[in-house]
C-alpha cells in the first residue's frame, strides 16, 4: 500500500530565508507524487507534480521539488520565503489508474513565516 | 485552473439531522468526483469515489448508509451526511477530474454537528 511521510509537522522560517519541507513515500510502482498547499479554512491548491522525465519540477509561486527515487523522497523547495506562504502544505502520492487517482496525503507540514 | 465549488462553506447542524453538501464542477465535465474528510490538524482522508452515473466506491470503514453519494451528472456530485452526529463534525473536501486530467479540489465544507 502506498504511503507518504512528512517528518516536520510545523516549521517556522524568516521571509527571504529558504524553505525545504521533506516528503517521503513508499510506492510499488513509479510514483505520481504532487505537493499541494491549504490556506485556512480554504480546499487544497496544486503546486507542482512530477509524473515522469525531469525530475526538478517548477511550479507556481517559485515552489520547486526534487524527485530522488532512491531516497524515495520528493522534497519541496523555495529559495526566498514570502510571507504569504504561511499555510500547511500537503505531499501527496497518487495512484492514476483508468479514469481514477487515488492520492494519499501525508499529515501535513504546517508553515510559519515571521517577517 | 479549472474551478470546482463547494456549498455551502460553512454548515452548522442539530444531532440526528442530515446534511448536503454539494460539488460542482464549473468549467469541465467531472468524470470522477472524490470526498474527503480531514479532522483537525490531520490528513485528508478518502472517503469516496463516484463515477458519473455510477454507484460511489466507498474505502474501507466509511459507512455509505450515513455518508450517501450521489454524482448523477457531469457537474455535480452531492455528499449527504445522514442522521449526523457530534463525530461527524469535520471539513470535507470534493475534487474532481475530467478523465485523466488533473483533478482540482473545491474550497471544503466545514460541517459541525451540535
Known amino acids: 500500500a502506498q504511503s507518504v511521510t512528512q517528518p516536520d509537522i510545523h516549521i517556522t522560517v524568516s521571509e527571504g530565508a529558504s524553505l525545504e519541507l521533506r516528503c517521503n513515500y513508499s510506492y510499488g510502482a513509479t510514483p505520481y507524487l504532487f505537493w499541494y498547499v491549504q490556506s485556512p479554512g480554504q480546499g487544497l491548491q496544486l503546486l507542482l507534480k512530477y509524473f515522469s522525465g525531469d525530475t526538478l519540477v517548477q511550479g507556481i509561486k517559485g515552489f520547486e521539488a526534487e524527485f530522488k527515487r532512491s531516497q524515495s523522497s520528493f522534497n519541496l523547495r523555495k529559495p526566498s520565503v514570502h510571507w504569504s506562504d504561511a499555510a500547511e502544505y500537503f505531499c501527496a502520492v497518487g495512484e492514476v489508474t483508468g479514469t481514477a487517482s487515488k492520492l494519499t496525503f501525508g499529515t501535513g507540514t504546517r508553515l510559519q513565516v515571521t517577517l | 485552473g479549472a474551478v470546482v465549488s463547494q456549498h455551502p462553506s460553512w454548515v452548522i447542524c442539530k444531532s440526528g439531522t442530515s446534511v448536503k453538501i454539494e460539488c460542482r464542477s464549473l468549467?469541465?465535465?467531472?468524470?470522477?468526483m472524490f470526498w474527503y474528510r480531514q479532522f483537525p490538524k490531520q490528513s485528508l482522508m478518502l472517503m469516496a469515489t463516484s463515477n458519473e452515473g455510477s454507484k460511489a466506491t466507498y474505502e474501507q470503514g466509511v459507512e455509505k448508509d450515513k455518508f450517501l453519494i450521489n454524482h448523477a451528472s457531469l457537474t455535480l456530485s452531492t455528499l449527504t451526511v445522514t442522521s449526523a452526529h457530534p463525530e461527524d463534525s469535520s471539513f470535507y473536501i470534493c475534487?474532481?477530474?475530467?478523465?485523466?486530467?488533473?483533478?482540482?479540489f473545491g474550497q471544503g465544507t466545514r460541517l459541525t454537528v451540535v
Open positions: 475534487s474532481a477530474r475530467e478523465g485523466a486530467r488533473q483533478a482540482f
Open positions: 468549467d469541465f465535465q467531472a468524470t470522477t
